[in-house]
C-alpha cells in the first residue's frame, strides 16, 4: 500500500478539480481509442499512444477512455501522470498501482501477487522490468496456464 499512489488512479478524487472531457467534447479521438480497444477497427497495433502539447487534453481524453472501459468491464488497471503531483510525476509506482489493481479486479491473482512481495520484500527496489515480470505478468500468466480465464470474463 505504501507503493502505490493513489492520485493516479483515473477515477481518483485526491486531485482538485480533476480534468474531465465535456460531452461531445473530443469524441472523435475518444471513439477511435474506443474501437481499438473493443477492436472494432483492423488495427495490428499493440499500443496506442496519446500524446500532444501540454493542456490540450491527454488526461481528460485518458480519464474518459478508462472511465468507458470500467464501464464495459475492460480496464484492468490506470496510472494517470501529474506533473505537479510528486508521486504521479515519476515512473516509480507506475507497477505497484498496477498490481494493485490488477490484484483488485482479478481476485485470485491476490494471493499471487502478495506471494512474490513476501518472498522477496525489496521487489520494489527492482528495474521496473522485474517488477512487471513478478508482480503482474508472472501472476497473470499463470492464471491463464491453469485456464482461469475465458472470453470476457475474469474467474
Same mark, same amino acid.
Request: net charge negative; with cysteine.
Given at each position: 500500500?505504501?507503493?502505490?499512489?493513489?492520485?493516479?488512479?483515473?477515477?481518483?478524487?485526491?486531485?482538485?478539480?480533476?480534468?474531465?472531457?465535456?460531452?461531445?467534447?473530443?469524441?472523435?479521438?475518444?471513439?477511435?481509442?474506443?474501437?481499438?480497444?473493443?477492436?472494432?477497427?483492423?488495427?495490428?497495433?499493440?499500443?496506442?499512444?496519446?500524446?500532444?502539447?501540454?493542456?490540450?487534453?491527454?488526461?481528460?481524453?485518458?480519464?474518459?477512455? %478508462?472511465?468507458?472501459?470500467?464501464?464495459?468491464?475492460?480496464?484492468? %488497471?490506470?496510472?494517470?501522470?501529474? @506533473?505537479?503531483?510528486?508521486?504521479?510525476?515519476?515512473?516509480?509506482?507506475?507497477?505497484?498501482?498496477?498490481?494493485?489493481?490488477?490484484? @483488485?479486479?482479478?481476485?485470485?491473482?491476490?494471493?499471487?501477487?502478495?506471494?512474490?512481495?513476501?518472498?522477496?520484500?525489496?521487489?520494489?527496489?527492482?528495474?521496473?522490468?522485474?517488477?512487471?515480470?513478478?508482480?503482474?505478468?508472472?501472476?497473470? @500468466?499463470?492464471?491463464?496456464?491453469?485456464?482461469?480465464?475465458?472470453?470476457?470474463?475474469?474467474?
Amino acid at each position: 500500500m505504501e507503493a502505490v499512489s493513489p492520485n493516479a488512479f483515473y477515477d481518483s478524487d485526491n486531485r482538485a478539480d480533476p480534468p474531465k472531457c465535456h460531452e461531445n467534447m473530443r469524441v472523435a479521438v475518444i471513439s477511435k481509442i474506443m474501437d481499438w480497444v473493443t477492436n472494432t477497427v483492423d488495427m495490428d497495433a499493440l499500443m496506442l499512444w496519446l500524446y500532444g502539447p501540454a493542456g490540450v487534453g491527454k488526461t481528460a481524453i485518458a480519464r474518459r477512455v %478508462a472511465e468507458l472501459c470500467e464501464v464495459q468491464e475492460l480496464l484492468l %488497471a490506470s496510472f494517470l501522470f501529474f @506533473r505537479s503531483d510528486p508521486k504521479c510525476n515519476t515512473i516509480t509506482p507506475l507497477v505497484t498501482n498496477i498490481a494493485y489493481c490488477v490484484a @483488485r479486479v482479478i481476485p485470485s491473482t491476490h494471493e499471487l501477487i502478495n506471494f512474490a512481495i513476501e518472498v522477496d520484500p525489496l521487489i520494489f527496489t527492482y528495474s521496473l522490468e522485474v517488477q512487471l515480470t513478478k508482480l503482474v505478468l508472472e501472476p497473470l @500468466r499463470l492464471l491463464a496456464d491453469q485456464a482461469h480465464f475465458f472470453p470476457g470474463k475474469f474467474l
